[in-house]
């Protein structure tokens, strides 16, 4: 059966995605679902303004819109815009940690099966590069939450840390339930994300134990497709649908508004 939870992680050629926002908003017969392109984006969604312009095409073609905020790059929005959006997305696509800019793109192509092998492994598997690297998440997941006040934490626990393999000894038991308690204490919803298969099923446990809410992303840049990993991953952490965002933040999971 497919899945038919609100996927609020789509994008659009408004940012890297291929698809037009009118196009996207034929598939919400397909799949309830929103757009969120990143910010900012090289030349498409530079400053506020930008944002301000494509929450309006978006919302005349009847789409819920949110945005994916790239957590520790990105300039504050202001409330108005904030509130103007259904949703926000935060995500980390690169981390400063002591002073240098660590990229997450060749760790991404890797994991989505890009490219066949992760030439920098050997630097990530340095245990205190590890440790900096979990706390840093950490620091910038906390800020994103006080200050930019997101509502959901896309593709928590995708670094490149994910591409060196079982996610339970990258990411300690210890600190998922610090990252969890992060998004649970702050009130914004964990993502499940379709496109790097994250987070894995010891978190998703460790995190429904804790009362947290949830959100489907699938993070498709192309046409719709479905959910298998998901829904596989929802079923495997036997996670109640009730948990779950419906397109707009603190909402649970219910049928969309008309328009969505």
């Known amino acids: 059966m497919s899945l038919r939870l609100f996927d609020h992680h789509i994008h659009s050629d408004r940012s890297d995605g291929t698809v037009s926002l009118a196009d996207r908003a034929k598939t919400v017969a397909i799949r309830p679902h929103g757009i969120s392109d990143h910010y900012p984006w090289r030349d498409k969604l530079r400053n506020e303004d930008d944002v301000k312009r494509y929450l309006d095409d978006a919302t005349r073609l009847g789409l819920r819109v949110g945005i994916e905020y790239d957590l520790g790059v990105a300039p504050p929005l202001s409330a108005g815009t904030r509130e103007a959006l259904?949703?926000?997305?935060?995500?980390?696509?690169?981390?400063?940690?002591?002073?240098?800019?660590?990229?997450?793109?060749?760790?991404?192509?890797?994991?989505?099966?890009?490219?066949?092998?992760?030439?920098?492994?050997?630097?990530?598997?340095?245990?205190?590069?590890?440790?900096?690297?979990?706390?840093?998440?950490l620091e910038v997941v906390a800020e994103g939450i006080e200050r930019d006040r997101i509502d959901i934490l896309g593709h928590p626990t995708f670094s490149p840390l994910q591409a060196l393999g079982d996610p339970e000894v990258a990411y300690p038991a210890e600190w998922q339930e610090r990252l969890i308690a992060l998004c649970v204490e702050g009130g914004i919803a964990i993502e499940i994300n379709e496109?790097?298969?994250?987070?894995?099923?010891?978190?998703?446990?460790?995190?429904?134990?804790?009362?947290?809410?949830?959100?489907?992303?699938?993070?498709?840049?192309?046409?719709l497709g479905p959910l298998d990993k998901t829904e596989a991953m929802i079923a495997a952490a036997a996670l109640s649908h009730g948990r779950f965002l419906a397109g707009e933040r603190t909402v649970l999971s219910g049928p969309p508004r008309s328009g969505a």
Do not use: N
Request: no cysteine; aromatic share 12%.
């Open 195 to 223: 496109s790097y298969g994250v987070p894995h099923r010891e978190f998703l446990v460790r995190a429904a134990r804790a009362g947290a809410t949830f959100a489907v992303g699938s993070d498709t840049h192309f046409a």
């Open 86 to 137: 259904h949703y926000v997305i935060g995500a980390i696509h690169g981390l400063v940690v002591a002073g240098e800019r660590l990229g997450y793109d060749d760790a991404g192509d890797y994991v989505k099966g890009r490219r066949k092998t992760f030439e920098a492994r050997d630097r990530f598997t340095d245990p205190a590069v590890q440790a900096r690297i979990r706390e840093r998440i």
